[in-house]
T-cell receptor
Framework: GQNIDQPTEMTATEGAIVQINCTYQTSGFNGLFWYQQHAGEAPTFLSYNVLDGLEEKGRFSSFLSRSKGYSYLLLKELQMKDSASYLCAVPSGGSYIPTFGRGTSLIVHP | GAVVSQHPSWVICKSGTSVKIECRSLDFQATTMFWYRQFPKQSLMLMATSNEGSKATYEQGVEKDKFLINHASLTLSTLTVTSAHPEDSSFYIC??????????FGQGTRLTVV
């Protein structure tokens, strides 16, 4: 099975940078997802990392270290609309079905 | 990108009644659909996997007789919550797998049982 751990809540200031960490344990690794979810809405796909390293996509970047079972999502130039829950998800071994962590609730304030 | 349309967006029903939630893949064929449930401030929990033309696979602890899943065509999967009770009130969401590493989610259904 999987064990996914990420902070419950984080706060940051508009315009700043925030890093959301995720550690995981899984039997078999098929990549790691990050999703953004606003309250009452469906998750939105942000990134998928299967190889070690940093992948940058505009203001959002995602990092993976398979040997450490660790990933982070980096959000730059924070905007108020970035206030949301950020979900780290790891598929179970041998499948691509995402198993989600509890999510990190990010609050961006002026 | 691929679109999954989920209806209804929200529903209020009386205790003891049944509610059907539909998920349609609009521009692709979905042989598999995942059904999740999310309680407030909790994670998305996989309930079951539906497969077109065969029986759904339920996760441990999910009552298959209570949560009926049908995947009758390549574009439609349905979840019926039978004899709903207040504790079934939750956010239900479906997703279809795309290429490895991506999932296409429906808009979600907020179910409130009164």
């Amino acid at each position: 099975g999987q064990n996914i751990d990420q902070p419950t809540e984080m706060t940051a200031t508009e315009g700043a940078i925030v890093q959301i960490n995720c550690t995981y344990q899984t039997s078999g690794f098929n990549g790691l997802f990050w999703y953004q979810q606003h309250a009452g809405e469906a998750p939105t796909f942000l990134s998928y990392n299967v190889l070690d390293g940093l992948e940058e996509k505009g203001r959002f970047s995602s990092f993976l270290s398979r040997s450490k079972g660790y990933s982070y999502l980096l959000l730059k130039e924070l905007q108020m609309k970035d206030s949301a829950s950020y979900l780290c998800a790891v598929p179970s071994g041998g499948s691509y079905i995402p198993t989600f962590g509890r999510g990190t609730s990010l609050i961006v304030h002026p | 990108g691929a679109v999954v349309s989920q209806h209804p967006s929200w529903v209020i029903c009386k205790s003891g009644t049944s509610v059907k939630i539909e998920c349609r893949s609009l521009d692709f064929q979905a042989t598999t659909m995942f059904w999740y449930r999310q309680f407030p401030k909790q994670s998305l929990m996989l309930m079951a996997t539906s497969n077109e033309g065969s029986k759904a696979t339920y996760e441990q602890g999910v009552e298959k007789d209570k949560f009926l899943i049908n995947h009758a065509s390549l574009t439609l999967s349905t979840l019926t919550v039978t004899s709903a009770h207040p504790e079934d009130s939750s956010f239900y969401i479906c997703s279809a797998p795309g290429v490895p590493g991506e999932a296409f989610f429906g808009q979600g259904t907020r179910l409130t049982v009164v």
